[in-house]
């Protein structure tokens, strides 16, 4: 059974620091490249953030590069989205998805992703 299980959302005040762990079973995590999309109310689902099956290259959204950090475990088969310097406009549910390793060209896409979580709530506001 394949599943994907985020975590740590909640709610934070601006400038804080949230971290979004990502638990996979079900499929062999290290074939996939791993990404973390957003959505918030009225919105259209958002890249936010990939990395490589490996591990060795990463990708951001303009709007959350330099505060936000993702980073995987492949023997724990676990990714997670470290958010810092949080702004009320990250207010979203975030998903953590994967992504065949041979469609890594399209990382930035939600269609092309394999799996989905079932996604966690953060709620920046004062």
């Known amino acids: 059974q394949v599943q994907l299980v985020e975590s740590g959302g909640g709610w934070v005040q601006p400038g804080g620091s949230l971290r979004l762990p990502c638990a996979a079973t079900?499929?062999?995590?290290?074939?996939?490249?791993m990404g973390w999309f957003r959505q918030a109310p009225g919105k259209e689902r958002e890249f936010v953030a990939a990395?490589?099956?490996?591990?060795?290259?990463?990708y951001y959204a303009v709007s959350v590069r330099g505060r936000f950090t993702i980073s995987r475990d492949n023997a724990k088969n676990t990714v997670s989205l470290q958010m810092n310097g949080l702004e009320p406009g990250d207010t979203a549910v975030y998903y953590c998805?994967?992504?065949?390793?041979?469609?890594?060209?399209?990382?930035?896409?939600?269609?092309?992703?394999?799996?989905w979580g079932q996604g966690t709530q953060v709620t920046v506001s004062s």
């Open positions: 990395i490589a099956n490996s591990g060795g290259s990463t």
């Open positions: 998805a994967g992504q065949y390793y041979t469609r890594s060209y399209l990382r930035r896409t939600s269609s092309h992703y394999d799996y």
């Open positions: 079900g499929f062999t995590f290290s074939f996939y490249g």
